[in-house]
């Protein structure tokens, strides 16, 4: 049935978001690309949605409320609300990573407690 999952294939831009390309209910996630020595051109915070950030290439760092968080691949980070952030790309690397926003304290049951067999 059709209606029970979707696909998108994702290019290369510096931002993709998901949100309505898959026709997300629950959370809103984007790839985010930036080329070496750049950063996301302005800090921001969030009223009820945490931020968890998982770094797929290359390095850079993220400022969190003033506090310096070095960012390499493989690399996951999770982001409170509140907290203020901003993220660059390293002077000798860009950097490509994953953002998945959730509304905190939303999450009853995950894995096997969620899960349905057969």
């Not at 309505?20 to 790839?31: H, N, P, Q, R, V």
Request: overall charge negative; hydrophobic content about 40%; some cysteine.
């Amino acid at each position: 049935m059709k209606d029970n999952f979707s696909k998108v294939s994702v290019g290369n831009g510096a931002r993709t978001e998901l949100h309505d390309a898959l026709g997300l209910t629950g959370a809103e996630i984007s790839i985010n690309v930036l080329s070496q020595g750049m950063s996301v051109p302005f800090v921001h915070s969030h009223k009820q949605n945490e931020e968890i950030y998982g770094i797929l290439e290359g390095e850079g760092k993220a400022e969190i409320d003033g506090e310096v968080v070095a960012l390499k691949a493989g690399d996951w980070l999770r982001v409170a609300p509140a907290a203020k952030r901003r993220f660059f790309a390293a002077d000798n690397s860009g950097i490509k990573y994953i953002c998945i926003q959730v509304n905190a304290g939303s999450l009853k049951n995950y894995t096997a407690s969620d899960a349905e067999i057969g």
